[in-house]
């Protein structure tokens, strides 16, 4: 098993560019979550889909849209980049269900906005 | 909404030492409280966790302790080698995202160095 992978893993964009973050799993998990992670400032959720046909807006959902595409993959877009978007992706899955569990973490995504 | 605080933000200590490293939480609700460590260039990875029904849970060189009434829990690491150098992150749930079941907001981190 891969377990959660992420593309790409480096990008560098111009303000105002937009580009799509992908995510896939394949450990037949329901959740799956897109957070940033900044300098001193931990992890922050930016959107989460509680399950297949369902998302919602996490602590700093501005400026993304997300879309989960299948019960496998779930998608982070940035329509307009600007450089406070510069930052680390991690896209997270977890199978549990009724309560919270274990996340698991891809490898993130390294996006520099200028 | 859950605020969770984690101090100190960097430790380092000698190899064979232990490593405490402590958080917060502000949500009396809470239920859930996970640890995660991250190595460079890395995703993190949950190391142990703990739900409130527990104060304390070990496996192996690490524990986790809880005190629901102060709303506080550390991580406790035991004869720490080279390879514990990370950075670690607690968590806990909050209410304020995922309707019933919630989700994590995690502390700031805290960068763990051993020196062999």
């Known amino acids: 098993n891969a377990g959660v992978t992420q593309t790409p893993k480096f990008q560098v964009l111009k303000t105002g560019q937009s580009m799509t973050l992908q995510c896939a799993q394949d450990?037949?998990?329901?959740?799956m979550y897109w957070y940033r992670q900044d300098p001193g400032m931990g992890l922050r959720l930016i959107y989460y889909s509680a399950s297949e046909g369902t998302t919602d807006k996490g602590e700093v959902p501005n400026g993304y849209n997300v879309s989960r595409l299948n019960k496998r993959e779930f998608s982070l877009r940035l329509e307009s980049a600007a450089p406070s978007q510069t930052s680390v992706y991690f896209c997270a899955s977890s199978g549990t269900s009724g309560s919270i569990g274990e996340q698991f973490f891809g490898p993130g995504t390294r996006l520099t906005v200028l | 909404g859950e605020n969770v605080e984690q101090h100190p933000s960097t430790l380092s200590v000698q190899e064979g030492d232990s490593a405490v490293i402590k958080c917060t939480y502000s949500d009396s609700a809470s239920n859930y409280f996970p640890w995660y460590k991250q190595e460079l260039g890395k995703g993190p990875q949950l190391i142990i966790d703990i739900r409130s029904n527990v104060g304390e849970k070990k496996d192996q060189r690490i524990a986790v302790t809880l005190n629901k009434t102060a709303k506080h829990f550390s991580l406790h690491i035991t004869e720490t080698q080279p390879e514990d150098s990370a950075v670690y992150f607690c968590a806990a749930i909050s209410a304020n995202y995922g309707g019933s079941q919630g989700n994590l907001i995690f502390g700031k981190g805290t960068k763990l160095s051993v020196k062999p």
């Open positions: 450990m037949n998990h329901n959740s």
